[in-house]
């Protein structure tokens, strides 16, 4: 009893095969000038199929040119392709289809192809990769065979061997060439000269010259250029907390004293985890959700950092939107925070209401106050004149910011209306997001070459005009850098230069991880990784001299010593440096240009946020890279609904907590996993075999004793000392309430969760190991789809035994390709499980949009 079966299908090229050899047997044959080819499946010569599964016994497949083919999928799906079809073998070949579909392709093409007297009492067992149909069977005596050949990577099941001429051909192959002109003995050729191009190359051309013309992976792509990789790096570390947090915390923790512990901290935890991440990512070109195939139990790491960038960069557009609204204001004559003149957000505490005087010739109140003919001259006593009237002088950049810009609330749960100017302002922050991430690592591949080199030469513009100002820039500079050494005993300064590396240097937000994934696998990451590290360093160094060249000059002219001038965070960026302009020549212009700084080192840092969001989601469910324009827009205006509470009146308070929480705890908590992980459960020898593999050379020693001890020792010191010594979040004069705290904490579990959680599930669906110790041995391994991405970079993984080299092959596998169809049909390995198991099952296959299901039954199949 035979079964018949109808396929249709488009077909996928790129294939590629090495020729097998097979011993001397002349009972298969071809012949390629009639119309009929025989295969002679009681032949030892071929395959033996996987164990498991039936064979053929005594049967006999007809391939022939002259009838019709009709094959039966179940009583659901049934695909008949009538009329008579022919083929010419030779030079003019045709094809008709009737029905509805008819193709002209210069040549009239015509096919039939009939599948006969296949024995009941056999079941094959059949594979395919993409583009090809594969039949192996044996003997009932296949016992009898010599030895036993082994399916390779590449080769996942044939359909004939010419024992004769040491070739091999895949049934779909036999098809195609025919229609082509072509013979088998031509294919196996072809076939073996596209191998030897697609070869990787050897180990010694490490060391040659990348060539950036095309993309190394196809699928994924690659940056056009060496700088693209190390800009794009440059512009994600180099960011906001340059500038507004790092030279607070130089000032705060001892001056020059405190550049020990973050020099320290650069050195044996930054520097490390960053190069550690680079590898990681540059290895298996992974984004942050998909590097995990090492230990697929820690994945809830990489969904944690994808959670905490979705977290910071909502916060993150918005400080964004902020200086995009100071950057428009600037384009006056004079800016708009210089004077008290201004009702709509001036108040009588406005500092020029009450100036600062010497009182020498006027009469010294004894609330601090100085009258001169009845007429108030100023404050001659700033503090008492606060502790005698309650009063506190307020200057017009700090009325500007807080009663204008932001319209401040009372607290966190007094949120207001939005704001329209900030909303329009984080609208177009998101749109400039938007259209840089549209084209992927190729639009912001260049537009880094702008958005991470210009700062520096506004930063350089301002340092020269800064320290040319004269009177009060030594003082700001020496208050910037003279050292408190009696600073270093207390674990503070310690714990703010390890968060300082995490905020500014971002390693575990996902970002190094994804950037590197789209290296070339040969690319040289120690370089980049020192480039970036200490690039980044030096920029708050040089970022804490202008900003404090500034303080100082603007404390002289308020009469008033530089502490007293000094802010944290935002309040640096948004009222002392305005403050600092309005004293200088054409205030509007340095305005302009500091305003527009930030707004650059803001986006640099955007993109790669939002970009390790889009990756992950791309990784995970690579079926929707076509639809990659359409997620990019859904995050965007996602995001922008989200960040939406952050640009009402209580809005200010959002972001601080949001900076605090989510931009801190949970940073640390990955960063001590991650490292444990590879490590230990990885193991660092693994690693460095990996990285040698990449590089070339063996990595230094060094390496393994940050990774394996110094770090993780490091890290977790900060995060226990960070929650014995933890006290409520502030934000001015304003403290959280426990409920504040609480939101706080929410979204420190929003992304630490995923770790647990993601571990539990996967032990869960563990379903080899017995007991509970062998589940998490077995979710500890390594997984086949580890490594690197590209076959030709896996065929140099020497050092793992039995290590996969084409873990995606069996996802291609079809049962056949019918040329005059746009879509392929359901994998014959399928219809082999469900005869092994007799029963029915769906089966489904996707090509591009289109998908189908068919119900295959233990009667129709084969």
Known sequence: MSGQ?????????????????????????????????????????????????????????????????????????????????????????????????????????????????????????????????????????????????????????????????????????????????????????????????????????????????????????????KMDFVLSMLGYAVGLGNIWRFPYLCYRNGGGAFLLPYLLMLVLVGIPLFYLEVSLGQFCSKGAAKCWDFAPMFKGVGVAMIVCSTLISIYYNV????????????????????????????????????????????????NGTCYHDKQLQGIWNTSMFEKVTGRKRVSPSEEYWTYNVLSLSSGLFAQGSPRWHLTLSLFLAWIVTFLCLIRGIKTTGKVVYFTALFPYVVLIILFFRGVTLGEGVREGISFYIKPRFEKLGSAKVWRDAANQIFYSLGPCWGGIITLSSYNRFHNNALRDTLIVGFGNSLTSLFGGFVIFSYLGYMASKLNVDVDGVVKDGPGLAFIVYPEAVTHLPAPPFWAIAFFFMLILLGLDSQFTTVETVLTGIMDEWPQHRKRKTLIILAICVCLFLVGLPLVTEGGAYLVNLMDTYAGSWSLMLIGLTETLAIAYVYGCDRFFQDMALMYGTQPHIWWKICWMALSPLLIAFILVFAIVDYSPATYGSYTYTAAGEALGWLMVLASALWIPMCALYKLAKEEEGKTFLQRVRLQTLPNKYWGPALVKHRKLVDYVQDFVLDPEGDKKKVAYVNQAFAYSTITLSDRVSMCTREKSMTSMSFDGDMMFTSKVSLETAV
């Open 319 to 366: 400080i964004i939107a902020w200086a995009q609204f100071y950057f428009f204001a600037s384009f006056t004559n004079q800016v708009p925070w210089s004077d008290c003149d201004n009702p709509d957000w001036n108040t009588k505490d406005c500092s020029l209401n009450w100036p600062v005087v010497d009182c020498e010739d006027g009469v010294k109140m004894l």
């Open 5 to 225: 079966f109808d396929f249709r299908g488009g077909n996928r090229n790129g294939l590629t095969r090495s020729p097998l050899g097979s011993s001397q047997n002349g009972k298969s044959s071809l012949d390629l000038d009639g119309s009929r080819a025989t295969l002679d499946r009681s032949d030892t010569s071929l395959l033996k199929p996987p164990k498991g599964y039936n064979t053929f016994s005594d049967s006999e497949l007809t391939l022939d040119r002259s009838h019709d083919v009709s094959m039966d999928l179940s009583h659901d799906v049934s695909r008949d392709l009538s009329h008579d079809v022919s083929r010419d073998l030779s030079h003019d070949v045709s094809r008709d289809l009737s029905h509805d579909m008819s193709r002209d392709l210069s040549h009239d093409f015509s096919r039939d192809l009939s599948y006969e007297h296949l024995d009941r009492s056999a079941e094959s067992h059949v594979a395919g990769t993409e583009s090809e149909a594969t039949l192996v069977a044996d003997a009932d005596d296949a016992d009898d065979v010599e030895g036993e050949l082994v399916y390779s990577a590449s080769e996942q099941s044939l359909a004939f061997t010419n024992s004769s001429l040491a070739y091999t051909v895949s049934e779909v192959e036999l098809v195609t060439g025919w229609l082509e002109g072509k013979t088998p003995l031509g294919l196996a050729s072809s076939r073996s000269t596209q191998g030897e191009v697609d070869e990787a190359p050897p180990p010694s051309s490490v060391s040659q010259k990348l060539a950036f013309a095309e993309d190394e992976n196809k699928e994924r792509g690659n940056w056009s250029g």
